[in-house]
């Protein structure tokens, strides 16, 4: 094979991997970190997973962190807010239903534009969105987004076992800790994070 032959089909190989890890785009470049709203929402939309907090009446009212899958939309498309698709057979949900206080976070390291620095690292942004975790009504417009949403995103939850009784969860916002930059964390409303100026 001919060496620009190679390079080609070596580039075609990457660019397609990219483009089908979770069944989704990798992303359009990260926004300016003066931009709070645009960065919070582009981790939202480009992260697939990552903690969800309750407070589990089992540990006596103790924080109980749970590695979830999560959506806000279809690809590029989202609404930033974050559902799931999940069980009472499991703390996270079983929690929910008792109280609905919750938090989720997420970083920009698993999406791999952090280069070779810690993630603890303020350039690396990471973003908590903390609020109540409800459930979505059943046969409501929301529920068929939320189910769109997910499995476009997550396509092996629609296999999941049906006995378990797996329900649509959204997090309802109300308060942003965003950090993408030195200088503590950036001051956003959940009001500017639903509704950006473009």
């Known amino acids: 094979m001919k060496p ?3 390079l080609l089909c ?6 397609g991997f990219r483009e089908s890890v979770q069944g989704r785009p990798l992303s ?24 969800l907090n309750t407070i589990s009446s089992e540990l006596g009212g103790a ?65 908590t969105l903390t609020g ?19 499995f476009t995103k997550h396509p092996e939850m629609k296999t999941w076992p049906k006995s378990h009784k797996f329900q649509f969860f959204k997090l309802e916002i109300e308060n942003i800790f965003l950090i993408d930059w030195f200088g503590g964390p950036k001051p956003l409303t959940p009001e500017q994070y639903l509704h950006p100026k473009t």
Do not use: H, M
Not at 10 to 15: D, P, S, W
Not at 28 to 51: C, E, F, H, Y
Not at 132 to 150: C, P, T
């Open 10 to 15: 070596l580039i075609f190989l990457v660019v």
């Open 28 to 51: 359009v470049s990260k926004p300016d970190p003066r931009n709070a709203a645009a960065t919070a929402r582009w981790l939202v939309a480009q992260n697939s997973w990552g903690v």
């Open 4 to 6: 620009v032959s190679f």
């Open 132 to 150: 109540k975790l409800k459930i979505v009504e059943e046969k409501s417009d929301e529920a068929q987004y939320a189910k769109s949403a997910l």
């Open 63 to 127: 924080p109980f962190g749970n590695v979830v899958s999560f959506s806000d939309g279809s690809p590029n498309e989202g609404r930033g807010i974050p559902y799931f698709y999940l069980t009472a057979l499991d703390p996270t949900a079983k929690n929910a239903l008792k109280d609905g206080r919750a938090s989720l976070t997420v970083s920009e390291y698993p999406l791999g534009t952090c280069g070779k620095i810690d993630p603890e690292n303020p350039t690396c942004a990471k973003l």
